[in-house]
T-cell receptor, first 113, second 110 residues
Framework: DAGITQSPRYKITETGRQVTLMCHQT?????MFWYRQDLGHGLRLIYY???????DKGEVPDGYVVSRSKTENFPLTLESATRSQTSVYFC????????????FGPGTRLTVL | GNSVTQMEGPVTLSEEAFLTINCTYT??????LFWYVQYPGEGLQLLLK?????DKGSNKGFEATYRKETTSFHLEKGSVQVSDSAVYFC?????????FGAGTILRVKS
């Protein structure tokens, strides 16, 4: 499928477990982003990547790990999930220029019990 | 630091009413500004943007003008429809990243 996809769409896990959220885009966009969406906070940037093997922290990176071995994939891992990481997670991508439109995936709703 | 402040919602309007959602920003310099819309159960979509002061972005009947004097980028629509019910996010470009406001829920009743 063309575009940007996320999997799983819904995930329930327990405190302390490792969870990986997947993001895949088919446009060969250089930039990819992970956000979390929480009521009252809007979208907050967790990590972003300017190209394969280049990643950088956003506003709320603690407790998360990313990697980008291939341009099209940008997985987000919660190494030891906590209840405070219950949220909706959005992946996004855009082309190299900063004024390019950022395209968002459909989101993953994660619940940590 | 760079931030975006939006009016709190939810905003509830009747169909064909006039819409204004306020957005102000703090920044060094003059960042590009954006409005994104999120329909229920979906990711965000770009609605409109303005890349310099006094620019007006427009799309689907929505408009916003970049006002550097008041550091504002208010979203307006002359006549809303039920299908406009969504969450609207104002954002600024800070380096390579977007900084979002908290979002404003719009509910339009028929």
């Amino acid at each position: 499928d063309a575009g940007i996809t996320q999997s799983p769409r819904y995930k329930i896990t327990e405190t302390g477990r490792q969870v990986t959220l997947m993001c895949h885009q088919t446009w060969s966009h250089s930039y990819m982003f992970w956000y979390r969406q929480d009521l009252g906070h809007g979208l907050r940037l967790i990590y972003y990547s300017a190209a394969a093997d280049i990643t950088d922290k956003g506003e709320v990176p603690d407790g998360y790990v990313v990697s980008r071995s291939k341009t099209e994939n940008f997985p987000l891992t919660l190494e030891s999930a906590t209840r405070s990481q219950t949220s909706v997670y959005f992946c996004a991508s855009r082309g190299a220029g900063p004024y390019n439109e950022q395209f968002f995936g459909p989101g993953t709703r994660l619940t940590v019990l | 630091g760079n931030s975006v402040t939006q009016m709190e919602g939810p905003v509830t309007l009747s169909e064909e009413a006039f819409l204004t959602i306020n957005c102000t920003y703090t920044a060094t310099g003059y960042p590009s500004l954006f409005w994104y819309v999120q329909y229920p159960g979906e990711g965000l979509q770009l609605l409109l943007k303005a890349t310099k002061a006094d620019d007006k972005g427009s799309n689907k009947g929505f408009e916003a003008t970049y006002r550097k004097e008041t550091t504002s980028f208010h979203l307006e629509k002359g006549s809303v429809q039920v299908s406009d019910s969504a969450v609207y996010f104002c954002a600024q470009l800070y380096g390579n990243k977007l900084v979002f406001g908290a979002g404003t829920i719009l509910r339009v009743k028929s």
